[in-house]
C-alpha cells in the first residue's frame, strides 16, 4: 500500500472513528534534567554532518532507531558507524553520556530509497551497537512492549526541527491503525523525530511499542507511520552478534564499516 492509498483509507474513517473518540496532548518541552528523570534513555543520533535523528537505548550498548536514519543525503548509501554519535538525554549542547557508534544492523527486508512507503515503514528500523556500553547507573535502558494494546494511550519523545536541543514529549496520543506489521498514530512528529520511541504504559511500567517511521498527511491532518518491533530486534541483535564472531562476513544489508560517504542530511525525514 502506498502512503496516498494510507491517506484515502483514512480519510474513509479511521481518523474519526478512532481519534475523535479519545484525546491528544500538545508537546511539552523537556528543558531540564529533572524533566528528563525517566527518559534519559532518549537521545539525539547525531550525523557527523551535522544532521540528526532520535534514538533510544534498549541496552547499555544498544540504540533503536529507524533504518533510514543510517543512510546518507540519497537514502541509498550507509553511513559509516564511526560517523554516528548518539547522546543520551542530550540537552542544550550537554548529553548524560554519549558513545560513537561501532556497528549497525538494518533488516534484510528494509529498501532504502528516496521515496517513502508503508512497505519501507514496515521494516524501518535499525539496531546500532555502540563503542562502550553506558553503565546503567548513568541511564536506564527502556524494554519493548510485546502483547496487547486496545484502549492503551501512548506517548512520544523526540527531537526534531526546530527543537534540536532539548527532548519534547506529547504525553497522549493515539495508535488508530495496526495490520500487517504496520501502526499508525496521531502522534506530533517532525523532521528529526524519525527513531523516536513510541512508548506505552502498562501498569506502571514504560516500554516501547514502536520507533517512528515517517510521516503522512490525510485530510484530518498528519499521522506518524511505525512498525511491530519484537520479531525484528530480535533478528537484529542475533545479526550484530553474528557480525561480532565473523567480522568479516558479507551479510545482506548489514554493515560493519560501511559507505564512508554517507554522512546524513540535514533533517531526516520521518
Known amino acids: 500500500m502506498s502512503l496516498r492509498g494510507?491517506?484515502?483509507?483514512?480519510?474513509?474513517?479511521?481518523?474519526?472513528?478512532?481519534?475523535?473518540?479519545?484525546?491528544?496532548?500538545?508537546?511539552?518541552?523537556?528543558?531540564?534534567?529533572?524533566?528528563?528523570?525517566?527518559?534519559?534513555?532518549v537521545g539525539r543520533l547525531d550525523h557527523a554532518s551535522g544532521?540528526?535523528?532520535?534514538?533510544?537505548?534498549?541496552?547499555?550498548?544498544?540504540?533503536?532507531?529507524?533504518?533510514?536514519?543510517?543512510?546518507?543525503?540519497d537514502r541509498r548509501s550507509m553511513a559509516a558507524p564511526s560517523s554516528l554519535t548518539f547522546r543520551a538525554g542530550f540537552s542544550h549542547g550537554s548529553a548524560i553520556a554519549e558513545r560513537r557508534v561501532a556497528r549497525i544492523a538494518v533488516p534484510p527486508e528494509y529498501q532504502p530509497?528516496?521515496?517513502?512507503?508503508?512497505?519501507?515503514a514496515r521494516h524501518d528500523v535499525a539496531l546500532l551497537e555502540l563503542e562502550q556500553p553506558i553503565p546503567v547507573s548513568e541511564v536506564d535502558p527502556f524494554a519493548l512492549h510485546s502483547g496487547e494494546t486496545k484502549g492503551l494511550p501512548v506517548s512520544v519523545v523526540s527531537y526534531g526541527k526546530g527543537r534540536a536541543e532539548a527532548l519534547s514529549r506529547q504525553r497522549s496520543c493515539n495508535m488508530l491503525y495496526r495490520n500487517q506489521a504496520l501502526l499508525v498514530f496521531d502522534?506530533?512528529?517532525?523532521?528529526?523525530?524519525?527513531?523516536?520511541?513510541?512508548?506505552?504504559?502498562?501498569?506502571?511500567?514504560?516500554?516501547?511499542?514502536?520507533?517512528?517511521?515517517?510521516?503522512?498527511?490525510?485530510?484530518?491532518?498528519?499521522?506518524?507511520?511505525g512498525m511491530e518491533l519484537p520479531a525484528l530486534v530480535d533478528s537484529l541483535k542475533a545479526t550484530?552478534?553474528?557480525?561480532?564472531?565473523?567480522?568479516?562476513?558479507s551479510l545482506r544489508r548489514i554493515t560493519v564499516g560501511g559507505d564512508r560517504s554517507g554522512t546524513g542530511a540535514k533533517f531526516v525525514k520521518p
Open 6 to 41: 494510507l491517506t484515502l483509507a483514512l480519510i474513509a474513517g479511521l481518523w474519526a472513528g478512532t481519534a475523535a473518540a479519545q484525546t491528544t496532548s500538545g508537546l511539552i518541552r523537556l528543558g531540564d534534567r529533572d524533566d528528563l528523570l525517566g527518559r534519559e534513555a
Open 51 to 73: 544532521g540528526f535523528c532520535t534514538g533510544t537505548l534498549i541496552a547499555p550498548d544498544l540504540v533503536l532507531t529507524a533504518a533510514h536514519c543510517v543512510y546518507g543525503p
Open 113 to 120: 530509497g528516496p521515496r517513502a512507503t508503508t512497505a519501507r
Open 187 to 225: 502522534c506530533d512528529v517532525t523532521f528529526g523525530s524519525s527513531g523516536s520511541p513510541v512508548f506505552v504504559k502498562t501498569g506502571n511500567r514504560v516500554r516501547i511499542l514502536s520507533v517512528v517511521s515517517q510521516m503522512a498527511r490525510t485530510g484530518d491532518g498528519k499521522v506518524a507511520l
Open 240 to 249: 550484530l552478534r553474528a557480525t561480532r564472531q565473523a567480522p568479516q562476513a
